[in-house]
């Protein structure tokens, strides 16, 4: 049986893609954040998921303004990373778990979730910077990855609530999956910041330090913030954020804290971190 | 007819929240942003910017916006950050410098605000805060 060990929660700033691929991880500015990263690694070594879900969203790469499906699952045998007008990040390409990606598509809209399947879909560093700072620049990714974009970008998102719901369905579709196979759940996006007119540059640390104790120790804490909330707290674009509530929705209510790192800035960003695992063995 | 309430996020200052209303108005924007994906298009818009905008039936303010870069007004019309910022990189700019035009800072100014912890949220959280601002 397949089963979900752990959580893995990280911003995805696309400047931190940049500064990887452009060989500038140790300068002083970019080492303050990579280095946070480096016992993720070892961690992320050890724990050797089969499978990682990873939750992010798409920035106006794969789905424009034509269509903007709320919830959208990659079911295809691999993604490519996409040429978001820099150029494509020199990063391997993105094989996918299209079974089982297919059997939570199924599971969880009989539970009444209502995904759209995506069988071609180019990702773009939402998807591909929390994978670059968990695994480095590997020749080819070490493990399948199952890509479920969420949409931040036209309001509203789904709430955070529906969010966590969702990510306990995909925790039963994930332990109903037959062949045994370990997998990682990662939440991306956020922390705080606003990249958009006249308030762009908003960091509300102290907003983002709460949100990662509530994820830690109370989670329903942080599926009540409301988006108008995290749009007037954390910044427009800080409420990419509810997509950490999906990864948290599929690990237990009680988890062990593994690790945890907050920076700012990289760019625009606050740069929150969060390893969280199951108690169970 | 009931008169619709106003949006709950309105009196957030210096920020246009991108819905379903903006996104209607800026649709032509933000197809036009994302056709510049493909380096041809980035090619061809650079060659001919008047020219090549006009496949996208966009007001004269949305035209006179993008030509001017008026980043601000491009989102007021309708655009989108992830839309415009593929302007940005057509222009060779980062997202950083396009935030940094947005809030009429310089890069400089921007990336010192950036680095001393960012903009705070004191002061920044509704209208009313910035009505005693000058200008």
């Known amino acids: 049986m397949a089963k979900i060990v752990a959580g893995v929660f990280t911003s995805h700033v696309p400047a931190i893609g940049a500064a990887l691929d452009n060989g500038k991880t140790a300068e002083p500015y970019w080492q303050r954040v990579f280095g946070g990263y480096e016992k993720s690694k070892e961690w992320i070594e050890k724990v050797k998921p089969d499978v990682c879900i990873v939750v992010f969203n798409d920035h106006a790469t794969a789905f424009s303004v034509d269509i903007v499906p709320t919830f959208a699952l990659g079911c295809a045998e691999e993604f490519i990373p996409a040429d978001e007008g820099w150029g494509p990040r020199p990063v391997p390409v993105v094989k996918g778990h299209p079974e089982l990606a297919a059997h939570i598509a199924q599971s969880v809209i009989l539970d009444e979730f209502d995904l759209t399947v995506v069988n071609k879909m180019e990702v773009d560093h939402g998807l591909t910077v929390p994978l670059s700072l968990m695994f480095g620049q590997p020749a080819e990714w070490p493990c399948k990855i199952i890509p479920l ?24 579709a994930v332990e109903s999956y037959p062949e045994d196979l370990r997998v990682a759940i990662f939440g991306t996006g956020g922390m705080s910041h606003q990249i958009s007119g006249p308030r762009a540059g908003l960091i509300n640390s102290e907003f983002d330090k709460a949100f990662l104790d509530a994820l830690a120790t109370d989670p329903k804490k942080a599926v009540g913030i409301k988006h108008v909330e995290y749009m007037r707290e954390a910044g427009a674009e800080g409420i990419e954020m509810v997509m950490w509530l999906v990864a948290r929705g599929a690990l237990d209510e009680e988890v062990n804290e593994v690790y945890r790192f907050y920076t700012v800035p990289a760019s625009n960003t606050a740069v929150g971190h969060l390893i969280l695992e199951n108690k169970v063995a | 007819m009931m008169e619709k309430p106003e949006k709950e996020y309105a009196d957030i200052p210096g920020t246009t929240i991108f819905d379903a209303d903006q996104s209607r108005k800026g649709y032509g924007v933000n197809m036009f942003c994302m056709s510049l994906l493909k380096a041809d298009n980035r090619a061809a818009f650079k ?68 680095l001393a912890g960012g903009r705070s949220v004191e002061g920044n959280r509704r209208k009313s805060e910035w009505e005693h601002k000058n200008g």
Do not use: H
Not at chain 2, 48 to 64: R, S, V
Not at chain 2, 66 to 84: D, P
């Open chain 2, 47 to 114: 060659a001919n910017e008047a020219e090549y905008l006009k496949a996208f039936n966009l007001t004269p303010d949305q035209t006179e916006a993008v030509l001017k870069r008026q980043w601000n007004r491009m989102l007021e019309l309708g655009g989108n950050i992830y839309f415009t910022s593929k302007l940005g990189a057509t222009d060779g700019l980062s997202f950083q410098q396009v935030a940094a035009m947005m809030t009429g800072a310089t890069q400089q100014e921007y990336a010192d605000m950036m």
């Open chain 1, 149 to 172: 974009a969420v949409n931040v970008v036209l309001f509203p998102p789904p709430t955070g609530n529906r969010c966590y719901n969702l990510g306990k369905a995909i925790r039963k």
